[in-house]
């Protein structure tokens, strides 16, 4: 991890890297989203362009400062990600989803404000594309890493999504865990890789979790 600090060892690679939740707008003043902070995918790019990689950071909105010497793209749906997650694919190498992707949308975006009524509100929610799925399909020889955040059986599902999304390496991510997963500044994952190697990492920054993460980039890329 020493000699990554000081070495451009990504140089001449292009990472495409997403980060923080989306929303989904139900009318003007409301959404639905989830608990991401962006904390994982900023540390990433930050990482990433320290390292001497080329750098797009597709983020959902956060808190966060956008890290300098990165190309940021800030979009609020899984829509809008989409669109520009695949804008920027063709000409990326390495390919990172940390992003929280809501699974759903409303089926309609009320123009004017609901206004409340007696009784309860039903919502109507529809599928929203997997971005990384569809990524999976078109890979070729590009490196892809996507996030699996977990509260069940951890490994399982996570070798499920290394599987059906076609993508090199899972960073399994048990949120239900301390130290683990959504606004925190730490994280304990598992690396899952399609040879069915599964890899331990200890609680530590996400910021040197950056690091291990592209450490692996690297080696899956034979470099
Ligand atoms: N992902 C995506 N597009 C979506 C949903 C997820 O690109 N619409 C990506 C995430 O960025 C992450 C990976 O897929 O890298 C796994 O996300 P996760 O939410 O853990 O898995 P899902 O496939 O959405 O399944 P579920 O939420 O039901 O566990
Ligand atoms: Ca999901």
Same mark, same amino acid.
Request: hydrophobic content about 40%; charged content about 15%.
């Given at each position: 991890a020493l000699a990554a600090l000081t070495t451009?060892? *990504?140089?001449g690679e292009h990472i495409l890297i997403t980060a923080g939740p989306t929303r989904e707008e139900l009318d003007p003043v409301r959404f639905i989203s989830n608990h991401s902070s962006g904390k994982m995918g900023y540390a990433i790019a930050k990482a990433a362009r320290r390292r001497g990689a080329a750098v797009t950071l597709v983020t959902?909105?956060?808190? *966060?400062t956008e890290p300098c010497g990165v190309a940021t793209i800030q979009v609020t749906s899984a829509e809008e990600m989409r669109q520009a997650v695949m804008a920027a694919f063709? &000409?990326?190498t390495i390919i990172i989803k940390a992003a929280a992707v809501a699974d759903y949308r409303p089926v309609a975006r009320a123009v004017a404000k609901i206004k409340k009524t007696a009784g309860s509100l039903s919502l109507e929610l529809e599928k929203n594309p997997d971005i990384l799925f569809e990524l999976g399909k078109i890979k070729a020889d590009k490196i892809l890493i996507g996030f699996a955040a977990e509260t069940g059986d951890l490994l399982d599902n996570a070798a499920k999504k290394l599987t059906v999304k076609n993508v090199d390496m899972i960073v399994a991510n048990?949120?239900?865990?301390? /130290? &683990? /997963?959504?606004?925190?500044d730490t994280n304990i994952v598992k690396l899952l890789f399609k040879d069915g190697r599964v890899e331990d990492v200890p609680l530590m920054g996400k910021q040197e979790l950056a690091d291990v993460l592209l450490d692996r980039a690297v080696k899956l890329k034979g470099r």
């Open positions: 451009k060892d *990504l140089a959902g909105p956060t808190c *966060l063709p &000409a990326s048990d949120i239900g865990a301390e /130290g &683990a /997963g959504f606004n925190v």
